[in-house]
């Protein structure tokens, strides 16, 4: 198993950054891909960004191209999710999730067995 605790949520304006970031503890880290999902009030929890074990392989929602970037740092067990641009619509608790590497899919919830307990992201306008 693998525990994940998140970090660095918080209230920002429009157009301001926030960069989150994911500890993970118990089996080896590398054999995880890692990804950051959300879930806004009263909505379903979606898929923002992953990252493969290996680190080759990066994909983002179409809502989030271009502004956020996720990274990890296989030696830190670490993942973190840079956010730029930010936008109201981008409020949303927001959760570290892993699945081992050999588990077909990177984007649906069903695909991910272990959650950190996420961090709240709010956007002002």
């Known amino acids: 198993q693998v525990q994940l605790v998140e970090s660095g949520g918080g209230l920002v304006q429009a157009g301001d950054s926030l960069r989150l970031s994911c500890a993970a503890s118990g089996r080896t880290f590398s054999d995880y891909d890692m990804a950051w999902f959300r879930q806004p009030s009263g909505k379903e929890r979606e898929f923002v960004a992953v990252i493969s074990w290996s680190r080759s392989n990066k994909y983002y929602a179409d809502s989030v191209k271009g502004r956020f970037t996720i990274a990890r740092d296989n030696a830190r067990n670490t993942v973190s999710l840079q956010m730029n641009s930010l936008k109201p619509e981008d409020t949303a608790v927001y959760y570290c999730?892993?699945?081992?590497?050999?588990?077909?899919?990177?984007?649906?919830?069903?695909?991910?067995?272990?959650w950190g307990q996420g961090t709240q992201v709010t956007i002002s306008s």
């Open positions: 999730a892993a699945k081992f590497y050999y588990i077909g899919g990177l984007t649906a919830v069903g695909q991910y067995a272990y």
